[in-house]
């Protein structure tokens, strides 16, 4: 497996966690749980400590790329699969074979100007980004080392 940084994309309501919520946590730190999908889990699974995550807002006027995070932990059961009665608990996952994994991150910045989707949509060097893909919905995604570096030369003003 590479040890090369790899970067991503994570989407989250910011009326259920925003960037603001992941700069006031403990240690500035999150378990990112309720991933209900098989590719973003697959994702998760492939991040590694000091991978770098875009932080995105997503259902937002306007979503936008809002901050920057890193990966501090490696995926690990969820444990929100197991609690009965939770909004995430999937009774055909058991603890002998979780289904569902998540990582930690930690808040690393907040952009002084969020980089909304209409934004993005302008920049031709990122007209291959899988957030810009038509009918993009995954919560967790890739982003190439150019898009990232392009994504932070834009985000610097």
Known sequence: ?????Q???MKSEPS???IEDLALAPKRTTGWDG?????ARNFMRAMKPGDQVLFYHSNADPPAIVGIARVVKT???DPTQFERGHAHFDPASTPAAPRWDMVDIQFVKKLSVPLSLDRLREEPLLKGMVLLRKGSRLSVQPVT???WQHIVTLASG
């Open 1 to 5: 497996m590479s040890q090369e940084r």
């Open 7 to 9: 970067y991503w994309l």
């Open 16 to 18: 259920v966690f925003s």
């Open 35 to 39: 991933v209900r999908n098989y590719q």
């Open 75 to 77: 995926a690990y059961p």
């Open 145 to 147: 080392k150019a898009e």
